[in-house]
């Protein structure tokens, strides 16, 4: 048994879709629970207006009843809000009547950086909106929705999935970290950062060394990856490790077969051995830009500025939260492929049971 997910839905289309299949029955979910990790997602110091605009909100068409699991799909839904502004220029069907509202104009003018360019050319659009509003970060609000489903799976058995910032525009320090958004506010530019997510409570076992596709490490650092925005992952001390000699770059076994320090973030060989897991995500400096850069219409060939829509200053605090439900969403699955289930009294059973084998002490 394993966690499968499918989304879909356009940045401005009417909404986003998440289906989430393999999880047993019985789980129950807090619907409030949810609605905040959206909200966390939604907020963040240099965020665009369109946050104020949308109202994240989880529905659930399927695979729920009285806040259960039934061990069928789950289908959520968020609806975006913003669409009412976009309904003739992002109508799913031929719209009717004259123009009217936002997105009506076609987009020719790819913008460096983003899906733009290469989608076009990969899909054959001749109006880049059609790559665009998929590709937007818009969508990991279905992601978060699910991650939030996963940690309750997780909570289950322990484990706590938490993200936060580390760094913003190169600055380090909370005050500091406003004030190079505020700069760059001022200078109509962006910012990227990096974020850590730390997860607590993994027993020793999720994932295996035995096939590539298996190792959680190289799970984790896909999901991570995944993120838009997102340029770099490391695991544990990641690439400081690779400046150090053996001696100064593993974790000695103590009695009790705990660790005194954490060096490979909680993972050996693509297995959970443990100690708490470590990852840490570099998102790049977010490419839609109120002052725009040098690109190429692709109708007429000539030279052009890029595409000017809202944006972001910058939305590491938001890609904390993100990165957070793409660690628990992984977590989730090892777990599940570890200790399986049809109902969740067999997942946790099974869970203890292998504690009680192993003779692990948390």
Do not use: C
Not at 33 to 42: E, M, S, T, V
Not at 240 to 245: F, G, I, N, Y
Not at 285 to 300: A, F, K, W
């Amino acid at each position: 048994m394993t966690l499968e997910l499918a989304t879909a839905g356009e940045s401005h289309g009417p909404a986003l879709v998440a289906i989430l299949t393999g999880l047993p029955a019985g789980l129950s979910l807090d619907r409030a629970a949810i609605d905040d990790d959206l909200r966390r997602r939604r907020e963040g110091y240099g965020r665009s207006p369109r946050q104020q605009l949308e109202r994240d909100e989880v529905e659930v068409l399927a695979g729920l009843r009285h806040g259960l699991t039934l061990g069928t799909p789950l289908a959520l839904v968020i609806r975006n809000r913003d669409h009412e502004n976009w309904a003739w220029g992002m109508s799913p069907w031929v719209p009717e009547g004259e123009p009217t509202g936002k997105g009506v104009t076609p987009v020719t003018i790819p913008r460096p950086g983003h899906s733009d360019l290469a989608g076009a050319l990969k899909y054959g659009h001749s109006d880049v909106r059609n790559a665009l509003e998929r590709a937007s970060a818009r969508q990991t609000a279905a992601h978060v929705a699910a991650g939030s489903v996963a940690k309750a799976l997780l909570r289950q058995i322990g484990v706590s999935v938490t993200g936060s910032v580390l760094e913003v525009g190169g600055e380090t320090a909370p005050g500091a970290m406003r004030s190079a958004t505020d700069a760059a506010r001022r200078d109509r530019d962006t910012l990227g950062g990096v974020v850590e997510v730390v997860a607590t409570g993994v027993p020793p076992g999720l994932g295996s060394y035995a096939e590539k596709a298996d190792r959680l490490d190289g799970r984790m650092a896909a999901a991570l990856m995944g993120v838009q925005a997102v340029k770099g992952v490391e695991i544990g001390d990641g690439f400081a490790l690779a400046r150090r000699r053996g001696s100064e770059a593993h974790d000695e076994i103590e009695p009790g077969l705990r660790r005194g320090t954490n060096r490979a973030g909680g993972i050996e060989a693509g297995v959970s051995n443990g100690e708490p897991i470590v990852v840490r995500a570099a998102m790049k400096p977010l490419p839609t830009l109120m002052r725009p850069l040098r690109s190429i219409d692709l109708e007429s060939g000539e030279p052009g500025e890029a595409l000017v829509e809202r944006s972001d200053v910058q939305a590491v605090e938001a890609l904390a939260v993100v990165a957070e439900a793409a660690v628990a969403w992984e977590l989730a699955r090892a777990a599940l492929e570890k200790f399986g289930g049809d109902a969740l009294d067999d997942f946790v059973g099974a869970h203890r049971a292998y504690l009680e084998r192993i003779a692990w002490q948390r």
